[in-house]
């Protein structure tokens, strides 16, 4: 009889979920992916401004928009690889109506530095905002970029190279629906 109760037991503990306190990276490539399709089948349009330098520039698509250009600097940002598990500090806000998390990370020579996810009371994703740097011998460049669903991004960039120019760009993108 001991031995049954002791099986049962052993049974029982081996089933209980072990949690291991590891924080979940999203997939943000696969989001973009996703976020790509389902603005190609809804013919999404786009309405941009540029700004580098001292020039503006702005330009209207209604639809035969190449959403897989148009959002290729999102799809850089790939939080879910293996590689990046050990190399950022994850913390998260909850509010009345959204949650907030940040990845940031611990090591100098990784390019996206920050992201910062942000979902509404249902879990989907409302924002993602992130910054990259690169740093070389000859060049160092800074990016932020900004996605809203439904309403669209922002990219923004600075590239100084060494014995050259300083330049400077800004690009606004509301989608038209």
């Known amino acids: 009889m001991r031995l049954i109760i002791a099986f049962c037991l052993i049974t029982l503990a081996s089933c209980q979920n072990v949690s291991d306190n590891k924080p979940t990276f999203v997939d943000t490539k696969h989001f973009f992916e996703h976020e ?9 349009g786009i309405e941009k401004y540029l700004n580098y330098g001292k020039k503006t520039d702005s330009l209207m698509m209604y639809d035969k928009v190449n959403w897989e250009k148009e959002l290729q600097a999102f799809t850089l940002i790939d939080l879910a690889k293996p590689s990046n598990r050990n190399t950022y500090i994850v913390d998260s806000s909850n509010y009345p109506n959204q949650t907030q998390t940040n990845y940031t990370s611990t090591e100098n020579k990784q390019t996206l530095k920050k992201v ?5 009371i249902k879990s989907n994703i409302k924002v993602i905002e992130a910054i990259l740097t690169k740093t070389n011998s000859l060049y160092q460049s800074y990016t932020n970029l900004r996605y809203v669903t439904d309403s669209g991004f922002s ?23």
Do not use: P, R
Not at 36 to 44: A, D, G, P
Not at 116 to 120: L, S
Not at 167 to 175: D, L, P, R, W
């Open 36 to 44: 790509i399709t389902i603005l190609t089948e809804q013919k999404t």
């Open 116 to 120: 910062k996810i942000t979902k509404d």
């Open 155 to 177: 990219i923004y960039g600075k590239q100084s190279v060494k014995l050259g120019d300083e330049s400077e760009y800004f690009i606004n993108a509301k989608f038209i629906h």
